[in-house]
């Protein structure tokens, strides 16, 4: 199976811990933001989305103008544009980066983001259009003639695209959601099946259920997993430094006039949560305080310890079946540079070094 990791990028430096710092849109950042996780030896960076935040497919195209090898994740979120049209732009976009993007399809877990941008749908009838849609996209990207649609959210006549995608069949698809209608989209239509940082009994549980939504379908799927990464040199300083963020936070949010958070809507909100109600650390390596101050919001449970240490915690979910890491810090770019010296390459071996020894154990039986 291997291991892939992922980073994530935004427009401009800002975290939990600190507010916003330069313009909305900073290209500088950005452009040493993606170098650094390219050589760091991450495989791939995701460009999250929300409903204020700057256009995130113009900042993967300008990340991957400066870029060389690195993949992209680009979060995109269904039914605001007309699927015929985003798969003729994702299509394009793949063309011009050379195959590097996958896409990571969000359906929404706030009704208050949606109607940022005009959304008045119901959590069950958003995932029912990101159903009809993600066929809509998968059949313009692989079909040759052009094909009318009569469906609950889209209709069209002559759907066709001169553009297809650099990759065959068709440009990745990651899914989240971890609500029944979610884990019926993602059985029909996910390539990669994310998941936000639970406790290892969780996220198995989730995994099992992802696996048998795909086999209705007969059909497999891979899947990441996210959490923020605090290392330090010792366990002990690694847990003063997580100390020192939840104050950071919890400081940063009343200068900004935040109450304590209240849960999401999602259910990957709330399955964080009930992690958290098991106390601040679950799995001995699991931090839960950030995601219980914010209300379950993003991926923010952390894997804490030596590089050592985590390198062992995230080989625990390795072998849940889940093959991709998606890590990010509290201190963005700063610790982006340190998980590429001190962790991608300790994973990436202990890894290989166990497939190696089981792939070395049938021949010593047979012998």
Do not use: C
Not at 279 to 290: E, F
């Amino acid at each position: 199976m291997g291991v892939q990791f992922i980073g994530m990028i935004q427009p401009h430096e800002v975290s939990e811990t600190f507010p916003r710092r330069g313009p909305a849109v900073d290209p500088d950042y950005v452009r040493v933001f993606a170098q650094a996780h390219e050589h760091a030896g991450f495989d791939r960076i995701l460009v999250p989305f929300s409903g204020t935040s700057p256009d995130n497919l113009l900042t993967v195209q300008y990340a991957a103008s400066v870029t060389q090898r690195i993949h992209f994740l680009l979060a995109h979120r269904p039914g605001f544009v007309a699927p015929t049209v985003a798969a003729r732009t994702l299509a394009t976009l793949d063309q011009f980066t050379g195959g590097r993007v996958a896409v990571h399809y969000i359906t929404g877990g706030s009704d208050e983001d949606q109607r940022r941008d005009g959304d008045y749908l119901g959590h069950d009838e958003r995932y029912a259009r990101t159903d009809e849609y993600l066929g809509i996209l998968r059949r313009v990207w692989t079909e040759d003639q052009p094909f009318d649609h009569q469906g609950t959210h889209y209709r069209f006549e002559g759907a066709a695209s001169e553009v297809k995608p650099h990759q065959s069949p068709y440009v990745p698809i990651y899914f989240g959601g971890a609500s029944p209608p979610a884990l019926a989209v993602a059985g029909k239509h996910a390539d990669v099946y994310a998941l936000w940082g639970e406790s290892l009994a969780q996220a198995g549980d989730l995994v099992q259920r992802v696996r048998a939504a795909a086999a209705y379908h007969g059909r497999e799927v891979g899947f990441s997993i996210s959490f923020r990464v605090i290392l330090g040199a010792t366990e002990d300083e690694a847990w003063a430094k997580a100390e020192r963020i939840l104050a950071d936070t919890r400081r940063l949010r009343v200068d900004q006039g935040y109450a304590r958070g209240g849960p999401q809507q999602s259910e990957g909100a709330r399955r964080l949560l009930q992690d958290a109600a098991q106390g601040d650390r679950v799995d001995q390596r699991l931090w839960t305080a950030i995601a219980r101050e914010t209300g379950g919001r993003s991926n923010t449970t952390a894997l804490v310890g030596t590089p050592e240490q985590v390198a062992d915690a995230l080989l625990r979910y390795h072998d849940l079946g889940i093959g991709t890491f998606l890590i990010r810090g509290f201190d963005p770019l700063v610790d982006a540079i340190q998980y590429g010296r001190e962790l991608i390459p300790l994973v990436r071996d202990k890894v290989a070094q166990r497939e190696a020894a089981q792939g070395r154990a049938p021949l010593l039986k047979r012998a």
